[in-house]
Protein backbone atom coordinates (compact mmCIF):
# COMPACT_ATOMS: atom_id res chain seq x y z
CA UNK A 1 0.00 0.00 0.00
CA UNK A 2 1.18 3.38 -0.73
CA UNK A 3 0.99 5.93 1.98
CA UNK A 4 0.13 9.98 1.34
CA UNK A 5 3.53 11.04 0.91
CA UNK A 6 3.84 8.50 -1.85
CA UNK A 7 0.62 9.15 -3.48
CA UNK A 8 1.41 12.95 -3.45
CA UNK A 9 5.20 12.04 -5.34
CA UNK A 10 2.89 9.95 -7.59
CA UNK A 11 0.58 12.89 -8.36
CA UNK A 12 3.71 14.94 -9.44
CA UNK A 13 5.53 13.10 -11.38
CA UNK A 14 3.12 10.80 -13.23
CA UNK A 15 -0.59 13.16 -12.80
CA UNK A 16 -1.72 10.08 -11.11
CA UNK A 17 -4.65 10.06 -8.59
CA UNK A 18 -5.62 6.91 -8.16
CA UNK A 19 -4.22 3.73 -10.11
CA UNK A 20 -3.83 3.97 -13.76
CA UNK A 21 -6.05 2.17 -16.65
CA UNK A 22 -3.84 -0.43 -18.15
CA UNK A 23 -0.65 -1.37 -17.84
CA UNK A 24 1.30 0.12 -14.76
CA UNK A 25 4.44 -1.18 -12.53
CA UNK A 26 5.00 1.54 -9.24
CA UNK A 27 7.87 1.08 -7.58
CA UNK A 28 8.21 2.48 -4.14
CA UNK A 29 11.46 2.73 -1.70
CA UNK A 30 13.23 0.13 -4.29
CA UNK A 31 10.26 -1.99 -4.32
CA UNK A 32 7.59 -3.47 -6.46
CA UNK A 33 4.39 -1.69 -4.82
CA UNK A 34 1.86 -2.26 -7.44
CA UNK A 35 1.81 -3.48 -10.97
CA UNK A 36 -0.94 -4.79 -14.13
CA UNK A 37 -0.46 -6.21 -17.25
CA UNK A 38 -2.30 -6.24 -19.93
CA UNK A 39 -3.21 -8.31 -23.17
CA UNK A 40 -0.98 -6.59 -25.29
CA UNK A 41 1.51 -5.04 -22.55
CA UNK A 42 3.61 -7.44 -20.07
CA UNK A 43 5.85 -6.41 -17.68
CA UNK A 44 8.12 -8.70 -16.33
CA UNK A 45 10.55 -8.43 -13.17
CA UNK A 46 14.38 -8.81 -14.20
CA UNK A 47 16.15 -11.53 -12.74
CA UNK A 48 20.09 -10.19 -13.71
CA UNK A 49 19.98 -6.48 -12.04
CA UNK A 50 17.01 -4.40 -10.61
CA UNK A 51 14.32 -3.59 -13.08
CA UNK A 52 11.47 -4.61 -15.53
CA UNK A 53 11.24 -5.24 -18.91
CA UNK A 54 8.09 -3.87 -20.80
CA UNK A 55 6.77 -5.74 -23.68
CA UNK A 56 4.55 -4.48 -26.03
CA UNK A 57 3.11 -6.70 -29.04
CA UNK A 58 2.89 -5.30 -32.67
CA UNK A 59 -0.23 -3.50 -33.57
CA UNK A 60 -0.78 -2.48 -29.78
CA UNK A 61 -2.82 0.96 -30.38
CA UNK A 62 -4.37 3.46 -27.93
CA UNK A 63 -3.27 1.84 -24.77
CA UNK A 64 -0.87 3.42 -21.77
CA UNK A 65 1.95 2.33 -19.83
CA UNK A 66 2.88 3.71 -16.21
CA UNK A 67 5.91 2.95 -14.24
CA UNK A 68 6.54 6.03 -11.99
CA UNK A 69 8.92 5.43 -8.79
CA UNK A 70 8.82 7.02 -5.66
CA UNK A 71 11.23 7.47 -2.89
CA UNK A 72 9.80 8.88 0.36
CA UNK A 73 12.95 7.26 2.87
CA UNK A 74 15.97 8.86 2.97
CA UNK A 75 18.89 7.59 2.26
CA UNK A 76 17.57 4.85 -0.50
CA UNK A 77 20.34 4.43 -3.32
CA UNK A 78 19.27 2.46 -6.40
CA UNK A 79 20.08 2.24 -10.11
CA UNK A 80 16.96 0.31 -11.92
CA UNK A 81 17.33 -0.88 -15.72
CA UNK A 82 14.00 -0.89 -17.58
CA UNK A 83 14.23 -1.71 -20.64
CA UNK A 84 11.01 -1.39 -23.29
CA UNK A 85 10.54 -3.58 -26.17
CA UNK A 86 8.19 -2.00 -28.44
CA UNK A 87 6.46 -4.71 -31.61
CA UNK A 88 5.40 -2.99 -35.03
CA UNK A 89 2.84 -0.46 -35.81
CA UNK A 90 2.13 0.31 -31.65
CA UNK A 91 0.22 3.88 -31.18
CA UNK A 92 1.38 3.98 -26.94
CA UNK A 93 1.94 6.18 -24.10
CA UNK A 94 4.57 5.63 -21.68
CA UNK A 95 4.85 7.63 -18.44
CA UNK A 96 7.69 7.56 -16.32
CA UNK A 97 9.33 9.56 -13.77
CA UNK A 98 10.62 9.89 -9.88
CA UNK A 99 9.38 11.94 -7.32
CA UNK A 100 11.57 11.90 -4.04
CA UNK A 101 10.90 13.20 -0.80
CA UNK A 102 13.44 13.49 1.71
CA UNK A 103 12.99 14.96 4.83
CA UNK A 104 16.03 12.84 6.34
CA UNK A 105 19.75 13.85 6.04
CA UNK A 106 21.17 11.17 3.74
CA UNK A 107 21.25 11.95 0.20
CA UNK A 108 18.56 9.39 -1.63
CA UNK A 109 19.51 8.77 -5.18
CA UNK A 110 17.26 6.95 -7.93
CA UNK A 111 19.40 6.49 -11.36
CA UNK A 112 16.78 5.16 -14.04
CA UNK A 113 18.52 2.86 -16.97
CA UNK A 114 15.74 3.40 -19.90
CA UNK A 115 16.24 1.43 -22.77
CA UNK A 116 13.57 1.64 -25.97
CA UNK A 117 14.16 -0.48 -28.91
CA UNK A 118 11.11 1.06 -31.61
CA UNK A 119 9.74 -1.31 -33.95
CA UNK A 120 9.11 -0.07 -37.39
CA UNK A 121 6.10 2.43 -37.96
CA UNK A 122 5.47 2.31 -34.59
CA UNK A 123 4.22 5.53 -32.53
CA UNK A 124 5.56 6.11 -28.90
CA UNK A 125 5.17 9.33 -26.40
CA UNK A 126 7.61 9.06 -23.62
CA UNK A 127 6.68 11.32 -20.19
CA UNK A 128 9.10 11.47 -18.06
CA UNK A 129 9.05 13.84 -14.89
CA UNK A 130 10.96 14.31 -11.81
CA UNK A 131 10.28 15.97 -8.61
CA UNK A 132 11.46 16.27 -5.60
CA UNK A 133 10.61 17.79 -1.97
CA UNK A 134 11.53 17.48 1.63
CA UNK A 135 13.46 19.85 4.14
CA UNK A 136 15.96 17.66 5.12
CA UNK A 137 19.67 18.19 4.86
CA UNK A 138 19.75 14.82 2.60
CA UNK A 139 19.78 15.65 -1.01
CA UNK A 140 17.33 14.63 -3.70
CA UNK A 141 19.84 13.51 -6.85
CA UNK A 142 18.56 11.76 -10.11
CA UNK A 143 20.49 10.49 -12.87
CA UNK A 144 18.50 9.03 -15.75
CA UNK A 145 20.33 7.91 -18.92
CA UNK A 146 18.04 7.04 -21.62
CA UNK A 147 18.95 5.28 -24.85
CA UNK A 148 16.49 5.12 -27.73
CA UNK A 149 16.93 2.61 -30.61
CA UNK A 150 14.68 3.30 -33.91
CA UNK A 151 13.45 1.06 -36.25
CA UNK A 152 12.38 2.26 -39.92
CA UNK A 153 9.52 4.85 -39.97
CA UNK A 154 9.18 4.65 -36.15
CA UNK A 155 8.19 8.03 -34.05
CA UNK A 156 9.24 9.16 -30.58
CA UNK A 157 7.85 11.92 -29.16
CA UNK A 158 10.05 12.98 -25.67
CA UNK A 159 8.51 15.23 -22.95
CA UNK A 160 11.36 15.41 -20.28
CA UNK A 161 10.18 17.86 -17.52
CA UNK A 162 12.36 18.51 -13.74
CA UNK A 163 10.64 21.45 -12.77
CA UNK A 164 11.34 21.43 -8.54
CA UNK A 165 13.27 20.24 -6.04
CA UNK A 166 15.78 18.12 -7.55
CA UNK A 167 18.99 18.90 -6.23
CA UNK A 168 21.34 17.00 -8.44
CA UNK A 169 20.82 15.64 -11.90
CA UNK A 170 22.93 14.52 -15.12
CA UNK A 171 20.71 13.49 -17.67
CA UNK A 172 22.46 11.52 -20.98
CA UNK A 173 20.37 10.37 -23.39
CA UNK A 174 21.10 8.60 -26.74
CA UNK A 175 19.11 7.70 -29.89
CA UNK A 176 20.06 5.85 -32.90
CA UNK A 177 17.62 6.28 -35.63
CA UNK A 178 16.91 3.93 -38.88
CA UNK A 179 15.23 5.01 -42.07
CA UNK A 180 12.38 7.32 -42.14
CA UNK A 181 12.81 7.67 -38.48
CA UNK A 182 11.51 11.21 -36.28
CA UNK A 183 12.65 11.40 -32.61
CA UNK A 184 11.23 14.83 -31.06
CA UNK A 185 12.11 15.79 -27.66
CA UNK A 186 11.00 18.42 -25.13
CA UNK A 187 13.11 19.12 -22.29
CA UNK A 188 12.11 21.53 -19.56
CA UNK A 189 14.03 22.27 -16.90
CA UNK A 190 13.98 24.95 -14.25
CA UNK A 191 16.30 24.51 -11.17
CA UNK A 192 17.01 27.35 -8.02
CA UNK A 193 18.73 27.58 -4.79
CA UNK A 194 22.38 25.28 -4.97
CA UNK A 195 20.98 22.96 -7.91
CA UNK A 196 23.27 21.70 -10.73
CA UNK A 197 21.52 19.73 -13.66
CA UNK A 198 23.29 18.72 -16.45
CA UNK A 199 21.45 17.13 -20.21
CA UNK A 200 23.53 15.60 -22.60
CA UNK A 201 22.28 14.54 -26.08
CA UNK A 202 23.62 12.33 -28.56
CA UNK A 203 21.09 11.83 -32.03
CA UNK A 204 22.66 9.60 -34.46
CA UNK A 205 21.07 9.63 -37.63
CA UNK A 206 22.00 6.81 -39.30
CA UNK A 207 18.83 6.30 -42.00
CA UNK A 208 18.17 8.08 -44.94
CA UNK A 209 15.21 10.68 -44.38
CA UNK A 210 15.67 10.32 -41.00
CA UNK A 211 15.26 13.55 -38.76
CA UNK A 212 15.21 14.70 -35.03
CA UNK A 213 14.23 18.16 -33.24
CA UNK A 214 15.80 18.44 -29.73
CA UNK A 215 14.21 21.57 -27.94
CA UNK A 216 15.46 22.58 -24.36
CA UNK A 217 13.63 25.16 -22.30
CA UNK A 218 14.78 26.24 -18.90
CA UNK A 219 14.94 28.58 -16.16
CA UNK A 220 18.13 29.03 -13.77
CA UNK A 221 17.07 31.26 -10.64
CA UNK A 222 19.43 31.30 -7.43
CA UNK A 223 23.21 30.13 -7.39
CA UNK A 224 21.57 27.04 -9.81
CA UNK A 225 23.77 26.11 -12.19
CA UNK A 226 22.41 24.47 -16.24
CA UNK A 227 25.10 22.34 -18.48
CA UNK A 228 22.87 21.76 -22.11
CA UNK A 229 24.72 19.38 -25.00
CA UNK A 230 23.17 18.83 -27.68
CA UNK A 231 25.25 16.47 -30.16
CA UNK A 232 23.95 15.67 -33.75
CA UNK A 233 25.69 13.59 -35.72
CA UNK A 234 24.14 13.13 -39.75
CA UNK A 235 25.44 10.19 -41.43
CA UNK A 236 23.25 10.52 -44.34
CA UNK A 237 20.34 12.41 -45.94
CA UNK A 238 18.93 13.90 -42.95
CA UNK A 239 17.12 16.69 -40.76
CA UNK A 240 18.47 17.34 -37.55
CA UNK A 241 17.97 20.87 -35.64
CA UNK A 242 18.76 21.34 -31.48
CA UNK A 243 17.20 24.66 -29.93
CA UNK A 244 18.63 25.66 -26.57
CA UNK A 245 16.47 28.90 -25.33
CA UNK A 246 17.50 29.51 -21.39
CA UNK A 247 16.62 32.25 -18.84
CA UNK A 248 19.00 33.53 -16.75
CA UNK A 249 18.13 34.93 -13.18
CA UNK A 250 19.72 36.18 -10.36
CA UNK A 251 23.47 34.43 -9.83
CA UNK A 252 23.04 31.30 -12.19
CA UNK A 253 25.44 29.89 -14.84
CA UNK A 254 24.07 28.37 -18.40
CA UNK A 255 26.45 26.70 -20.35
CA UNK A 256 24.75 25.41 -23.91
CA UNK A 257 27.21 23.08 -25.76
CA UNK A 258 26.27 22.61 -29.43
CA UNK A 259 27.12 19.96 -31.45
CA UNK A 260 26.67 19.38 -35.29
CA UNK A 261 28.75 16.61 -36.75
CA UNK A 262 27.82 15.86 -40.45
CA UNK A 263 29.24 12.70 -42.50
CA UNK A 264 27.50 13.70 -45.51
CA UNK A 265 27.09 16.14 -47.92
CA UNK A 266 22.83 15.93 -47.21
CA UNK A 267 22.67 15.94 -43.50
CA UNK A 268 20.61 19.10 -42.92
CA UNK A 269 21.36 20.32 -39.71
CA UNK A 270 20.95 23.48 -37.53
CA UNK A 271 21.22 24.12 -33.92
CA UNK A 272 19.94 27.75 -32.11
CA UNK A 273 21.06 28.65 -28.58
CA UNK A 274 19.98 31.88 -26.78
CA UNK A 275 20.52 32.52 -22.65
CA UNK A 276 18.95 35.97 -21.51
CA UNK A 277 16.96 37.65 -18.71
CA UNK A 278 13.35 38.18 -18.98
CA UNK A 279 13.09 40.87 -21.43
CA UNK A 280 11.97 44.10 -19.63
CA UNK A 281 9.69 44.58 -22.22
CA UNK A 282 7.56 41.62 -21.28
CA UNK A 283 7.71 42.53 -17.49
CA UNK A 284 6.60 46.16 -18.48
CA UNK A 285 3.85 44.98 -20.71
CA UNK A 286 2.46 42.32 -18.26
CA UNK A 287 2.56 45.24 -15.46
CA UNK A 288 0.51 47.66 -17.59
CA UNK A 289 -2.13 44.92 -17.23
CA UNK A 290 -2.31 45.58 -13.85
CA UNK A 291 0.39 42.91 -12.60
CA UNK A 292 3.00 43.37 -10.53
CA UNK A 293 7.10 42.70 -11.51
CA UNK A 294 6.68 39.07 -9.46
CA UNK A 295 3.14 38.28 -10.76
CA UNK A 296 4.37 39.35 -14.21
CA UNK A 297 7.92 37.15 -13.90
CA UNK A 298 5.88 34.39 -12.62
CA UNK A 299 3.86 34.68 -16.06
CA UNK A 300 6.44 34.69 -18.46
CA UNK A 301 8.45 31.77 -16.33
CA UNK A 302 5.08 29.65 -16.47
CA UNK A 303 4.40 29.98 -20.26
CA UNK A 304 7.89 29.52 -21.17
CA UNK A 305 8.22 26.62 -19.21
CA UNK A 306 4.95 25.54 -20.55
CA UNK B 1 -9.51 64.08 -15.77
CA UNK B 2 -5.76 63.74 -16.19
CA UNK B 3 -3.65 66.61 -15.62
CA UNK B 4 -0.16 67.05 -16.86
CA UNK B 5 1.86 70.12 -15.22
CA UNK B 6 4.93 71.01 -16.37
CA UNK B 7 6.15 68.03 -17.37
CA UNK B 8 9.97 67.85 -18.41
CA UNK B 9 11.49 64.30 -19.50
CA UNK B 10 15.45 64.60 -20.21
CA UNK B 11 18.26 62.18 -21.04
CA UNK B 12 22.03 62.10 -21.41
CA UNK B 13 23.31 61.51 -24.79
CA UNK B 14 27.37 61.90 -25.12
CA UNK B 15 27.69 63.73 -22.05
CA UNK B 16 25.12 66.16 -23.13
CA UNK B 17 21.58 66.75 -21.67
CA UNK B 18 18.98 66.27 -24.24
CA UNK B 19 14.80 67.69 -23.52
CA UNK B 20 12.87 65.23 -24.79
CA UNK B 21 9.24 66.61 -23.24
CA UNK B 22 9.80 70.76 -22.37
CA UNK B 23 7.72 71.83 -19.13
CA UNK B 24 4.67 70.37 -20.96
CA UNK B 25 1.05 71.39 -19.97
CA UNK B 26 -2.06 69.66 -20.97
CA UNK B 27 -5.46 68.65 -19.81
CA UNK B 28 -7.55 65.72 -21.00
CA UNK B 29 -11.07 65.71 -20.31
CA UNK B 30 -13.01 62.32 -19.48
CA UNK B 31 -14.97 60.84 -22.31
CA UNK B 32 -12.91 62.86 -24.94
CA UNK B 33 -11.63 60.99 -28.22
CA UNK B 34 -8.51 62.67 -28.54
CA UNK B 35 -5.40 62.20 -31.44
CA UNK B 36 -1.78 63.04 -30.47
CA UNK B 37 -0.16 63.75 -33.64
CA UNK B 38 3.13 66.10 -34.88
CA UNK B 39 6.72 65.65 -36.29
CA UNK B 40 8.49 62.46 -35.50
CA UNK B 41 10.77 63.33 -32.80
CA UNK B 42 8.73 65.69 -31.36
CA UNK B 43 7.87 63.62 -27.94
CA UNK B 44 4.64 61.65 -28.69
CA UNK B 45 5.82 58.55 -27.89
CA UNK B 46 7.36 59.35 -24.81
CA UNK B 47 4.41 61.23 -23.56
CA UNK B 48 2.57 57.80 -23.28
CA UNK B 49 5.10 56.66 -21.87
CA UNK B 50 5.56 59.05 -19.28
CA UNK B 51 1.76 58.86 -18.97
CA UNK B 52 1.49 55.11 -18.28
CA UNK B 53 4.53 55.36 -16.04
CA UNK B 54 7.01 53.40 -18.55
CA UNK B 55 9.29 56.72 -18.39
CA UNK B 56 10.01 58.51 -14.92
CA UNK B 57 10.14 61.79 -15.41
CA UNK B 58 12.51 64.61 -14.82
CA UNK B 59 10.35 67.02 -13.39
CA UNK B 60 6.42 67.89 -13.06
CA UNK B 61 3.15 66.59 -11.75
CA UNK B 62 0.73 64.01 -13.34
CA UNK B 63 -2.71 64.10 -11.83
CA UNK B 64 -5.67 61.56 -12.66
CA UNK B 65 -9.11 62.06 -11.40
CA UNK B 66 -7.48 64.31 -8.80
CA UNK B 67 -5.45 61.93 -7.38
CA UNK B 68 -1.25 62.56 -7.77
CA UNK B 69 0.17 59.72 -9.77
CA UNK B 70 3.43 61.51 -10.31
CA UNK B 71 5.01 58.75 -8.08
CA UNK B 72 3.12 55.68 -8.87
CA UNK B 73 4.65 52.70 -10.80
CA UNK B 74 3.39 50.93 -13.93
CA UNK B 75 0.89 48.47 -11.92
CA UNK B 76 -0.69 51.41 -9.80
CA UNK B 77 -1.55 53.34 -13.09
CA UNK B 78 -2.59 50.10 -14.85
CA UNK B 79 -4.92 49.43 -11.12
CA UNK B 80 -6.05 53.16 -11.55
CA UNK B 81 -7.30 52.53 -14.53
CA UNK B 82 -4.84 53.42 -17.44
CA UNK B 83 -3.74 51.11 -19.92
CA UNK B 84 -1.61 50.83 -22.86
CA UNK B 85 -1.04 49.56 -26.57
CA UNK B 86 2.37 49.50 -27.32
CA UNK B 87 3.53 50.96 -30.23
CA UNK B 88 5.88 47.03 -30.75
CA UNK B 89 4.27 44.69 -29.22
CA UNK B 90 5.88 41.79 -27.10
CA UNK B 91 6.41 38.53 -28.08
CA UNK B 92 6.21 35.49 -25.31
CA UNK B 93 7.24 32.37 -25.77
CA UNK B 94 4.81 29.99 -24.72
CA UNK B 95 2.20 32.37 -23.24
CA UNK B 96 -1.15 31.70 -25.44
CA UNK B 97 -3.52 34.87 -26.78
CA UNK B 98 -6.25 33.42 -24.54
CA UNK B 99 -3.60 33.79 -21.51
CA UNK B 100 -3.02 37.15 -22.36
CA UNK B 101 -6.22 37.81 -22.44
CA UNK B 102 -7.11 36.74 -19.65
CA UNK B 103 -4.21 38.41 -17.85
CA UNK B 104 -5.49 41.65 -19.63
CA UNK B 105 -8.99 41.09 -18.08
CA UNK B 106 -7.84 39.92 -14.41
CA UNK B 107 -10.29 37.32 -14.61
CA UNK B 108 -10.56 33.44 -15.72
CA UNK B 109 -12.85 34.63 -18.52
CA UNK B 110 -14.49 32.12 -20.76
CA UNK B 111 -13.20 31.48 -24.56
CA UNK B 112 -16.51 32.98 -25.63
CA UNK B 113 -15.48 36.09 -24.19
CA UNK B 114 -11.96 36.14 -25.27
CA UNK B 115 -13.10 35.73 -28.68
CA UNK B 116 -15.82 38.52 -28.62
CA UNK B 117 -12.18 40.82 -27.60
CA UNK B 118 -10.15 39.12 -30.55
CA UNK B 119 -13.07 39.72 -33.08
CA UNK B 120 -13.55 43.66 -32.03
CA UNK B 121 -10.34 44.20 -33.32
CA UNK B 122 -11.09 41.81 -36.90
CA UNK B 123 -9.71 38.80 -35.84
CA UNK B 124 -11.28 35.61 -36.75
CA UNK B 125 -10.98 33.93 -32.84
CA UNK B 126 -10.81 30.43 -33.81
CA UNK B 127 -7.53 30.66 -35.03
CA UNK B 128 -5.90 32.69 -32.90
CA UNK B 129 -7.11 31.83 -29.21
CA UNK B 130 -4.60 29.52 -28.90
CA UNK B 131 -1.81 30.67 -30.24
CA UNK B 132 1.38 31.95 -28.80
CA UNK B 133 1.73 35.60 -28.78
CA UNK B 134 5.38 34.89 -30.76
CA UNK B 135 6.81 35.53 -33.72
CA UNK B 136 4.93 33.25 -35.67
CA UNK B 137 2.36 35.65 -35.69
CA UNK B 138 2.45 38.71 -38.69
CA UNK B 139 3.10 42.08 -36.91
CA UNK B 140 -0.93 43.06 -38.03
CA UNK B 141 -2.04 40.24 -35.99
CA UNK B 142 0.41 41.09 -33.05
CA UNK B 143 -1.10 44.57 -33.24
CA UNK B 144 -4.21 43.55 -33.08
CA UNK B 145 -3.83 41.36 -30.54
CA UNK B 146 -2.29 44.14 -28.60
CA UNK B 147 -5.26 46.57 -29.28
CA UNK B 148 -7.45 43.78 -28.43
CA UNK B 149 -5.99 43.49 -24.38
CA UNK B 150 -6.20 47.25 -23.99
CA UNK B 151 -10.56 46.47 -24.83
CA UNK B 152 -10.16 43.59 -22.51
CA UNK B 153 -9.01 45.76 -19.57
CA UNK B 154 -11.97 48.53 -20.24
CA UNK B 155 -10.37 51.20 -18.42
CA UNK B 156 -11.53 54.63 -18.30
CA UNK B 157 -8.29 55.61 -19.96
CA UNK B 158 -6.79 54.16 -22.41
CA UNK B 159 -3.23 55.27 -24.50
CA UNK B 160 -2.74 53.56 -28.39
CA UNK B 161 0.63 54.10 -29.50
CA UNK B 162 0.72 54.76 -33.24
CA UNK B 163 -1.85 51.93 -34.03
CA UNK B 164 -0.88 51.69 -37.56
CA UNK B 165 3.22 51.69 -37.17
CA UNK B 166 4.86 48.49 -38.71
CA UNK B 167 1.86 47.56 -40.35
CA UNK B 168 0.86 47.00 -44.20
CA UNK B 169 -1.75 48.95 -46.32
CA UNK B 170 -4.39 46.15 -46.20
CA UNK B 171 -3.93 45.58 -42.05
CA UNK B 172 -4.40 49.02 -42.08
CA UNK B 173 -7.89 49.75 -43.59
CA UNK B 174 -9.02 47.18 -41.10
CA UNK B 175 -7.88 48.78 -38.60
CA UNK B 176 -8.98 51.98 -39.51
CA UNK B 177 -12.82 50.48 -39.19
CA UNK B 178 -11.16 48.78 -35.61
CA UNK B 179 -10.67 52.17 -34.21
CA UNK B 180 -13.64 53.55 -35.96
CA UNK B 181 -15.81 50.83 -33.65
CA UNK B 182 -14.13 51.48 -30.27
CA UNK B 183 -15.01 55.49 -31.24
CA UNK B 184 -18.75 54.03 -31.05
CA UNK B 185 -18.41 51.54 -28.70
CA UNK B 186 -15.78 52.91 -25.60
CA UNK B 187 -16.87 54.88 -22.80
CA UNK B 188 -13.67 55.75 -21.04
CA UNK B 189 -11.32 58.32 -22.48
CA UNK B 190 -9.11 57.16 -25.96
CA UNK B 191 -5.88 59.14 -26.79
CA UNK B 192 -4.17 57.93 -29.80
CA UNK B 193 -1.10 58.70 -31.22
CA UNK B 194 -1.17 59.12 -34.99
CA UNK B 195 -0.11 60.38 -38.13
CA UNK B 196 -3.25 59.56 -39.86
CA UNK B 197 -5.72 61.24 -41.46
CA UNK B 198 -8.01 59.17 -40.84
CA UNK B 199 -7.78 58.31 -37.41
CA UNK B 200 -7.57 62.21 -37.26
CA UNK B 201 -10.83 62.67 -38.28
CA UNK B 202 -12.87 60.49 -35.92
CA UNK B 203 -11.21 62.47 -33.05
CA UNK B 204 -12.73 64.90 -30.92
CA UNK B 205 -9.74 67.00 -29.84
CA UNK B 206 -6.46 67.39 -31.82
CA UNK B 207 -3.50 67.93 -29.92
CA UNK B 208 -0.25 68.59 -31.97
CA UNK B 209 2.81 67.91 -30.31
CA UNK B 210 6.45 69.49 -31.35
CA UNK B 211 9.95 70.26 -29.60
CA UNK B 212 8.45 68.54 -26.31
CA UNK B 213 5.59 71.10 -26.11
CA UNK B 214 1.93 71.18 -26.92
CA UNK B 215 1.92 73.52 -30.54
CA UNK B 216 -1.94 73.11 -30.40
CA UNK B 217 -4.80 71.69 -28.30
CA UNK B 218 -8.36 72.39 -29.98
CA UNK B 219 -11.38 70.68 -31.50
CA UNK B 220 -10.68 68.20 -34.38
CA UNK B 221 -13.04 70.78 -36.89
CA UNK B 222 -10.83 73.76 -36.04
CA UNK B 223 -6.99 71.99 -35.78
CA UNK B 224 -7.85 69.58 -38.53
CA UNK B 225 -8.45 71.67 -41.42
CA UNK B 226 -4.79 73.65 -40.32
CA UNK B 227 -3.26 70.84 -40.17
CA UNK B 228 -4.46 69.44 -43.76
CA UNK B 229 -3.85 73.21 -45.19
CA UNK B 230 -0.56 72.78 -44.29
CA UNK B 231 0.08 69.60 -46.12
CA UNK B 232 -2.00 71.04 -48.84
CA UNK B 233 0.41 73.99 -48.72
CA UNK B 234 3.30 71.56 -49.35
CA UNK B 235 1.55 69.51 -52.10
CA UNK B 236 1.03 72.23 -53.96
CA UNK B 237 4.66 73.52 -53.91
CA UNK B 238 5.95 70.45 -55.00
CA UNK B 239 3.76 70.06 -57.76
CA UNK B 240 5.13 73.35 -59.07
CA UNK B 241 8.87 72.23 -58.65
CA UNK B 242 8.09 68.95 -60.84
Redesign the interface.
Known amino acids: MLDNIQKQLLREVADLYKMPKGAYNIRANGEKAARNTTENIDIVTKEDKPGIDIIIKDGTKNESVHIPVVLSESGIKETVYNDFYIGEDCDVVIVAGCGISNCGSHDSEHDGVHRFFVGKNSKIRYVEKHYGEGDGSGKRILNPVTEVYQKENSYVDMEMVQIKGVDSTHRVTKAELAEGATMIVHERLMTHGEQKATSVYEVELNGEGSSTDVIS ?1 SVAKDNSEQIFEAAIIGNTVCNGHAEC ?1 AIIMDNAHVVAVPKLDARNVDAALIHEAAIGKI ?1 G ?2 L ?10 AEAEE ?2 I ?5 | MLELKDLTYQVEENNEIKTIIDHLDLNIDDGKFVVITGPNGGGKSTLAKLIMGVKELTSGQMIFDGEDITDCSITDRARKGISFAFQQPVHFKGIKVLDLLRLATGKNISVNTACEYLSKVGLCAKEYIDREVNSSLSGGELKRIEIATVLARGTKFSIFDEPEAGIDIWSFQNLIQVFENIRKTVKGTVLIISHQERILNIADEIIVIEDGRVKRHGPKDEVLPELLGTADAVNRACSKMS
Do not use: P, V
Request: charged share 25%; net charge neutral; aromatic share 4%.
Open positions: RDAEQIKLMSLGLTEQIGGFLR
